[in-house]
């Protein structure tokens, strides 16, 4: 009987021991989570890798200067955006023992991996996967951890925090088209082929003012009202693309199915680099089948890129003047 007794004090020790191991490793993993998932201080953050199956971006601060992928500057909303989201993120809880073996394997072999360096060249790294099909929950788990959690932001409603983890670069580009102060600018032309009259060239003299011809070879030169020049000038700072169009989807009509853009905007500055725009036009099927124009957007060409971008008609239109607009007060 004594020794019976004794037997389940033992056993009894051993569960207890165990039960407390379990709890102390799940309550730790989950303390050290919450602490390691989150960055409050965002200004120790100096990069920020995101790999998955849609490609690679390495965002990297320099100086004041958020980068990808080598030297092309971030969109500013975007990565301050990232950056919230960082300092923000929550544990909600952690994955129930019968679905975290399935998480954990949809996280290593589906979801993001995130290393997140910090100034003191310390490393935070994690995967990040969102579960379309059943939860519509976030997930993450820490590097060398087996217990996913899941994952939430305060303050932010939308559940899909791994779309905001993008690997696309074009995600993170900064979409300014052209940034010129007008007394850098140094020459602009407008070559309008829809009617090539209308093609002017604006141009310093030597004494640092604009002279102004119009047609596709300058022959004549005058003096542009200054008010009018003044006022074109400013249109030319802070211009910015609203997309990257996707043309496998939606392939740009030709104007007249020519294969010359309507309007080739060019215009250079003090230092000797330029930036050229072949401005397309873009076409939608009514009802009937009938192509007509969208008067809402058009496609760029930006110089030598391959691809093109969306534009936004008001944007663009201030700096697609008539000639007539500079000589009239």
Partial sequence: MNRNKITLIVLAVLVAVSAWLL?????GTYARSAVEFAVKDTNLITGLEITGRGGKVMLVKHELTWRVNGSTPVRKDRMSGM?????????????SRSRS??????????GKRVIITLNKGTTREYFVFQDTMETNATYMMLKDADIPFR??????KRR??????????RYWRDNLLLHYLPEQIQYISLQNNRDPARTFNLARNAEGGFEMSTGIVPVDWFN????????????????????????QQDTPVKYEYNDEPDFVLEVG???????SLSLFPVFTVDPAGINKMDLNVL?????????????????????LKDPGYFQSK
């Fill in 23 to 27: 709890l102390s490793r799940r309550s």
């Fill in 160 to 169: 899909d925090l791994a779309a905001l983890f993008a690997t696309n670069e």
């Fill in 224 to 247: 542009p009202v200054t008010s009018k020049l003044n006022q074109y000038l400013g249109y030319f700072y802070g211009l910015r693309f609203d997309a990257y169009a996707d043309l």
């Fill in 151 to 156: 994952m939430g932001v305060r303050g932010y």
């Fill in 101 to 110: 073996e399935e998480v954990t394997r949809q996280l290593q072999k589906d």
């Fill in 299 to 319: 496609y760029a060409k930006i110089d030598d890129w391959d691809g093109m971008v969306v534009l936004k008609y008001m944007e663009i239109d201030p700096l």
């Fill in 83 to 95: 950056l919230v989201l960082l300092s923000r993120l929550e544990v909600i809880s952690p994955v």
């Fill in 269 to 275: 500055n003090n230092t000797g680099s330029r930036t």
